[in-house]
């Protein structure tokens, strides 16, 4: 026990030895640093210290732009996806990578089908063409037909009537006097004979007329006196009127003509409506066959898809379904080739015209209430050191995702959500460059403010140490560490607050 005792009290004073030791050293340093930096402080002892090679720079006193750096990819500002606009195999592809012109074939799709229905189609339609034309002209004969039957009846009408007025409208005055002047000049005719068979006579009877010229005069009397009472009864007659009979023979003669002209005209319109209705089903036959002509014609031309305008050809990726690598809503994508069955409206090809570009990049959560379309921007390409292009923004989106969320999946499988919010933004750019090319990186610059009449530094004249914030002031050569505030900056510069005047100058570095 005894010897146990001794040893700690050995080992204790030798640890106050070494305590007393190393506080010696420690106060000896100090000294021989007080001693140094006093001679360097001296007059003409400090050529070729630190201070002597100082970077300074004034502290700006002025307007002051905030603005974000994005990384981003160029593309097409005009960007045509060709779709598919049939059903159907692919049978020819322009080449991917290719240079096209508007108008230039893109994509031809398998016809024969299509081919073998439209052929089809055209022999219904050149059948019901030839049906339609044929009822036509059976309508045309057959009216010309009817027309001059009904025509004619019509006639047979007018005469029925015009019998059946003079009929009832019997005896005329011009009637009267033309019977009543037959029957005048038949009794002169008849007296006249008379006296002339009288004059033979008694010459006969002289012996200065032969027995034939008595007996030829003595007929002449005769019939000139019958013809006389024939036409006295005449005008007897004609003055009586005409009998019930022949009114009624007339009237029946007239509503016979009618009813066979009316039944003519029924059987005219009955036939050609008849022969309308065969005509308007023709003619919807005929319709239908001319739409599904149409419908085919259309068919077959987009089978063949051509270049709106002029543009790269780019393989639509679309996801494959069948796919099993699946992570966190990503999917594996495929490309179209020659065979691939594709429905109707499925993407086929990306045409970019490479004429005028623009930037697509992301801007966070926290600045994206900062900008808005037409915002101005800046664009530096990675390939194009040195050259700096205008623009400006054309397009925000309005939903928000995780800024990792567009990796494959093999790298989102690797590096996980980034938890922080971007907003996809396009920025159109102004020149026109042959040298800019697709999928070209680039960094993108957007404002989001601006300060007129502010103090600001570069970042590097900034040392923030515990939360406090200090730069160099230098003063007759000399440096002076001085606490300032800290307000909005940008990746160059920051506004300082509070602590700072225009024009001072500050050292660079810490």
Not at 137 to 145: F, G, P, R
Not at 286 to 305: D, F, H, K, W
């Amino acid at each position: 026990m005894t010897t146990e005792k001794t040893g700690q009290r050995s080992r204790r004073g030798r640890a106050r030895l070494g305590l007393l030791t190393d506080s010696r050293a420690t106060a000896l340093r100090g000294v021989l640093i007080g001693v140094l930096a006093g001679i360097l402080a001296a007059p003409g002892c400090n050529r070729g210290g630190p201070e002597a090679h100082l970077e300074t720079v004034q502290a700006r006193r002025g307007p002051f732009e905030v603005y974000v750096v994005e990384d981003g990819e160029l593309r097409a500002l005009n960007q045509t996806t060709i779709a598919a606009k049939e059903s159907g195999r692919i049978e020819w592809l322009r080449s991917e990578g290719e240079a096209v012109k508007k108008g230039d074939v893109l994509v031809e799709m398998e016809k024969k089908e299509l081919e073998e229905q439209y052929e089809l189609r055209m022999t219904e339609l050149k059948d019901a063409e030839a049906s339609l034309q044929e009822l036509q002209e059976s309508l045309e004969t057959e009216k010309k037909d009817l027309e001059d039957e009904a025509a004619g009846l019509e006639t047979a009408v007018k005469v029925a009537e015009l019998r059946l007025k003079m009929v009832m409208d019997r005896p005329t005055e011009a009637e009267r006097q033309k019977t009543e002047a037959d029957m005048k000049s038949a009794k002169l005719t008849k007296q006249q004979a008379e006296a002339e068979y009288a004059r033979n006579k008694q010459l006969w009877e002289t012996g200065a007329v032969s027995k034939n010229d008595l007996e030829r005069s003595g007929c002449g009397a005769r019939i000139a006196d019958a013809t006389h009472r024939r036409r006295e009864l005449s005008y007897k007659t004609l003055l009586d009127g005409a009998t019930e009979l022949e009114k009624d023979k007339a009237k029946l003669d007239q509503e016979l003509a009618t009813l066979n002209y009316e039944l003519a005209r029924a059987r005219l319109e009955s036939q050609l409506a008849r022969l309308a209705e065969d005509i308007k089903r023709a003619q919807l036959r005929l319709e239908a066959s001319e739409s599904r002509v149409r419908r085919l014609t259309i068919q077959l031309e987009n089978c063949t898809l051509r270049a709106p305008h002029d543009g790269v050809v780019i393989y639509y990726q679309r996801p494959s379904f069948h796919s099993a690598s699946r992570f966190m809503g990503s999917s594996e994508k495929r490309k179209v080739d020659i065979g691939t069955r594709v429905w109707l409206g499925a993407g086929l090809i990306e045409l970019p015209d490479e004429s005028q570009m623009k930037v697509r990049t992301q801007v966070s959560e926290a600045n994206v209430r900062y900008v808005s379309v037409g915002t101005k921007a800046t664009v530096r390409a990675e390939m194009l050191p040195g050259a700096e292009f205008h623009g400006q923004i054309i397009w925000i989106d309005t939903a928000g995702h995780d800024k990792n969320s567009r990796l494959d999946s093999t790298t989102l499988r690797r590096e996980g959500r980034s938890g922080i919010n971007v907003f996809d933004v396009e920025i159109a750019m102004d020149e026109k460059d042959p040298r800019l090319k697709l999928g070209f990186k680039a960094r993108v610059r957007i404002p989001i403010k601006r300060f007129e009449d502010v103090v600001s530094v570069p970042k590097k004249a900034v040392t923030v140490e515990a939360g406090v914030a200090s730069v160099r002031v230098v003063e007759r050569g000399k440096p002076a560490r001085r606490t300032v505030k800290l307000g909005d900056e940008n990746d160059e510069s920051v506004i300082i607050t509070a602590g700072l005047q225009g024009g001072e100058s500050v050292a660079l570095g810490g």
